[in-house]
């Protein structure tokens, strides 16, 4: 090999040494950026607001979404499920959400929540903290016939009815909570914010 052959072959390896090292620098810059996303994530989990996309969410479905750490749920109500409501009061410890605590003041109604078809519930079970199971079925066999929709515990077997409100006689001392929470669009609502009192 010429002399010449022989730089331009240790050009090369030159070249290709220094766009690796290009691209670990690269690696190098883009972390700071990416840090600095964190206390965004990080103010999320404390506590800032998030928004949610109903815009998908067919009557009698459910979604679920995150706010400080907790599953939020936004169910789609039939007018069926709102005209059950009305007939359940009898059943229920807290039917007209007297206890203030579990609820914003716009959502002590019979339906608790802002527009009568959206139920906004955090998913947390208010005896020992579980998780409830979303059972929208009418009269299911392990529910009984009067079971009219809602949510039911599976760890001690409390009962909820579409509006969160906890029926008598189970381990749940109270109505599921509803979070401050407001409408952005007809499609899209604002959880943990409502208008700055949250
Ligand atoms: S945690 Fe739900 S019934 Fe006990």
Redesign the pocket.
Known sequence: MSAEGVDLKKRRTLTLATSAVGAVGAGFIIYPFLAAWAPSEKAKAAGAPVEADISKLEPGQMMSVKWRGKPVWIVHRTQQNLDDLVTLEGTLLDPASDDTAQQPDYCKNPNRSIKPEYLVAVGI??????S?TYRPDVAPADLGAEWKGGFF??????RFDLAARVYSG???PKNMEIPPHQYLSDTRILIGQDGGEA
């Open positions: 079970c208010t005896h020992l903290g579980c409830p515990c599976p760890c001690h077997g409390s189970v381990p749940a």
